[in-house]
């Protein structure tokens, strides 16, 4: 009877140890994170586009609600790099698989506990995704960070979607 006893609790100490750690187990990319710009990280040689918010451009200018015109691109990937500094990253891929137009990876990653779209999007440098996994929707963030007046919602800007397009387009912003 106490060999089925101890068997079992050994069985169930390794089911928890598997459960509690699956997310580092699932992980598919760990380690430092190079900014490339708000929504977009080279983590592992590899680039990762953040699932559910659409950040603004690196060279995307904003104004101000005093008019006064500034790099919101910069100062968003500026700002992602310093909360990022020194700290490791882990990046599950959307569906194990997804990819966008340019080949990134569509990620949900981390820093700790923290996930990097809420991030982005709470601070006030993206615009959330509509369509995106009601897990991963972002909504709210943005709403906060829009009442707040944080990063973009502090004047005007062209949404990054509209803006890529103007420049594709080769249309002046």
């Known amino acids: 009877m106490f060999q089925l006893v101890k068997g079992s609790a050994v069985i169930g100490i390794l089911f928890f140890?598997?459960?509690?750690?699956?997310?580092a187990l699932d992980s598919e990319y760990k380690g430092p994170a190079r900014v490339i710009d708000a929504d977009t990280i080279e983590v592992d040689g590899r680039r990762h586009r953040l699932y559910g918010v659409d950040a603004t451009e690196i060279d995307q200018i904003c104004h101000r609600r005093d008019g006064a015109v500034w790099p919101c691109g910069r100062?968003?990937?500026?700002?992602?790099?310093?909360?990022?500094?020194?700290?490791?990253?882990?990046?599950?891929?959307w569906q194990k698989k997804t990819r966008d137009a340019y080949g990134r990876f569509i990620s949900i990653c981390y820093a700790g506990s923290d996930n990097l779209s809420a991030w982005?999007?709470?601070?006030?440098?993206?615009?959330?995704d509509r369509d995106a996994n009601r897990?991963?929707?972002?909504?709210?963030?943005?709403g906060m960070a829009k009442f707040l007046?944080?990063?973009?919602?502090?004047?005007?800007?062209?949404?990054?979607?509209?803006?890529?397009?103007?420049?594709q387009a080769g249309e002046r912003p």
């Open 75 to 93: 100062e968003a990937a500026a700002a992602l790099a310093e909360f990022l500094d020194g700290r490791t990253v882990n990046c599950d891929v």
């Open 120 to 128: 982005v999007a709470n601070e006030g440098w993206a615009i959330a």
């Open 135 to 142: 897990l991963y929707n972002y909504t709210s963030q943005e």
């Open 149 to 167: 007046r944080k990063g973009i919602w502090d004047g005007t800007f062209d949404p990054p979607a509209e803006w890529r397009r103007r420049q």
């Open 17 to 23: 140890a598997v459960v509690s750690f699956w997310p």
